[in-house]
């Protein structure tokens, strides 16, 4: 049977200071995974790691979604704190937010808002690439799209487990087990 599945995802950077090499390493592309150059060497369209475009298709495919829009933007604290103080009422800045913008039938549209400062901050407290502290939110905030939550101790644990096997495809462990964390991703468990 032939895959009829369309995923339309997008990158945008609205972080001025974000060379490719610092974050990615030998995970920058400057293609969109088709060996293709972007015309703007990769930064605005195509994401900075395949990974997280790979990411975002399983985890909706997975969820029974067979077409998408997702846009995902990258930005600095203060443009995510202001964010998460508009639509969500927190006066902080955060590592991912997820906006559901439409869903029928099979289908999603929504937007992911990534901070690189918290990628940045969190990634050198624990030890490991900022590209897999990123990674690990484009997760974290597909799966709230895909329909998990994270309210609950049983929710966030589940939510914990569906993150560590998607990170499994890529052979990526977090650094530290998060199923009892106090809500940010990247967060170490309670207690840390």
């Known amino acids: 049977m032939p895959e009829t599945s369309e995923f339309r ?14 974050l990615w390493g030998e995970a920058a592309t400057p293609d969109n995974g088709t060996g293709d150059a972007a015309p703007d060497g990769g930064l605005a369209a195509s994401p900075p790691d395949p990974r997280m475009t790979e990411a975002i298709r399983r985890i909706l495919s997975d969820a029974g ?3 998408c ?10 443009q995510i704190h202001e964010l998460n103080r ?3 009422d927190h006066d902080e800045p955060t590592d991912v937010i997820s ?3 439409a869903q029928s039938e099979g289908h999603l ?5 990534v901070s690189l400062d918290t990628a940045r901050a969190q990634a050198a407290r624990l030890g490991w690439p900022v590209a897999d502290e990123l990674l690990l939110y484009v997760v974290h905030g597909t799966l709230h799209l895909a329909g998990f939550d994270d309210r609950t101790p049983d929710e966030r644990q589940q939510m914990r487990q569906e993150e560590r096997r998607v990170l499994g495809w890529f052979n990526r462990t977090p650094p530290v087990d998060e199923v009892a964390d106090t809500g940010s991703v990247g967060a170490p468990a309670a207690g840390e």
């Open 9 to 22: 995802i997008e990158f945008a950077f609205e972080v001025d200071d974000a060379p490719l090499e610092e």
């Open 99 to 101: 906006f559901p913008l």
């Open 69 to 78: 829009q997702i846009s995902v933007a990258i930005v600095d604290d203060a």
């Open 86 to 88: 508009r639509y969500l």
């Open 65 to 67: 979604l067979s077409s």
């Open 109 to 113: 549209e929504g937007q992911l808002v």
